[in-house]
Each structure stands twice: as structure tokens, then as C-alpha cells.
């Protein structure tokens, strides 16, 4: 199971525990910690643990080889300018909400769960009688309890930093025109 998969799994509760029909990711932060991804437009969950992804057109390309199957992915675009290149999903419209209602198929009534309802899809899944609870502090409380891939980036990021550290101690950083970080400091 990738990561994408697994982070997944994390959320599937809250469909029974808040009578979900559709669980929506819209801010960035969390975007990024759902996907890896730091350009997505919106994730898009479901009980059965599918999930899709939607970006940029322009960067359909690049995402498509980063998320390797594990997802759906739909590149997004106003207008379908340049013409489609070979196995590239489009989705063309003037919102993100359309992309909900017409291939997800969200009607009015439904219940989803987004984590941002101030974001200009859940208004527009709003007016139109479709449901929104703000599933924000349940994605922040899931994000506080870090996973062993966060932990490894962390570990490398201390490790990095303390080698960065040592080396400024050992040797000094020079400043350009003034000598070494530590003369700068230790002068009177």
C-alpha cells in the first residue's frame, strides 16, 4: 500500500461518524500531507477508499508519474486549450464544483465533509442544498500523530541541520566583507 492509500485509510472513519457521503480536500497543507503533491487543486475521497486527484492541467504530466497509479488523476482547465494529448484525463469547466456534481455525481442532500467551508467549492455545493461539514479539526488532529514517513523526513531533517551547525561552529560561515559568522558575533 502506497502512502496516498494510507493516509487514506485514516479518514474512512469519519464517513459513519459524521454520515459523510464524500470526504474533500481542498487546503494546501493538507493537500500536500494527503498526497506528496504540492500542486493539487482538490482530493477527493470516497467510502470505498477512492480516491482522485485533481490538479492543474499544466501539471498533469509531472503528477501523473509522481502518484504512479495509486490514484485517479484529472488534470483541470477552463478551457480545453491545447487540444488533449494521449491519456491525458480533462476535466474542462468554469468550477471545481461542476467536476462533483456531473462525474461524482453529488446531488442535493448529500452530506460532505470538507476541510475548508469557506472554500469556493463547498459554497457552491452549498447553494446548491448539497450539505458541508467541516472536517478541518478531525484532518489537523489525524495530521498531529506523525506516521514513520514523517518521522524519517524529520530524523533527516535534524540530521542536516546538525551537520549544518557543527560545521558553522568548526569553521565559521563567512560573511562577505566582514570575516567569519562567529568574528561578526564575537566582536565588541
Request: negative net charge; charged residues 25%; hydrophobic residues 40%.
Amino acid at each position: 500500500m502506497g502512502l496516498i492509500k494510507y493516509r487514506v485509510k485514516k479518514v474512512l472513519g469519519l464517513f459513519d461518524e459524521l454520515s459523510l457521503d464524500l470526504i474533500i480536500i481542498v487546503n494546501e497543507p493538507n493537500l500536500q500531507y494527503f498526497t506528496g503533491i504540492d500542486s493539487g487543486l482538490m482530493f477527493i475521497i470516497n467510502r470505498s477508499m477512492d480516491a482522485t486527484l485533481i490538479v492543474p492541467r499544466l501539471d498533469f504530466q509531472r503528477v501523473q508519474e509522481l502518484v504512479n497509479g495509486e490514484i485517479t488523476l484529472i488534470g483541470y482547465s477552463t478551457i480545453e486549450i491545447p487540444q488533449r494529448i494521449q491519456g491525458e484525463r480533462l476535466f474542462v469547466s468554469k468550477g471545481l464544483g461542476d467536476y462533483l456534481l456531473k462525474e461524482v455525481g453529488l446531488k442535493p442532500n448529500n452530506i460532505v465533509g470538507i476541510d475548508n467551508p469557506d472554500s469556493p467549492v463547498a459554497k457552491e455545493l452549498n447553494s446548491i442544498g448539497v450539505k458541508i461539514v467541516s472536517i478541518n479539526d478531525y484532518i489537523l488532529r489525524i495530521r498531529e500523530v506523525k506516521d514513520d514517513y514523517e518521522i524519517k523526513f524529520i530524523e533527516e531533517a535534524t540530521r542536516i541541520t546538525e551537520e549544518a551547525l557543527d560545521n558553522v561552529l568548526k569553521n565559521g560561515l563567512e560573511v562577505e566583507g566582514r570575516g567569519t559568522w562567529l568574528q561578526c558575533c564575537t566582536r565588541e
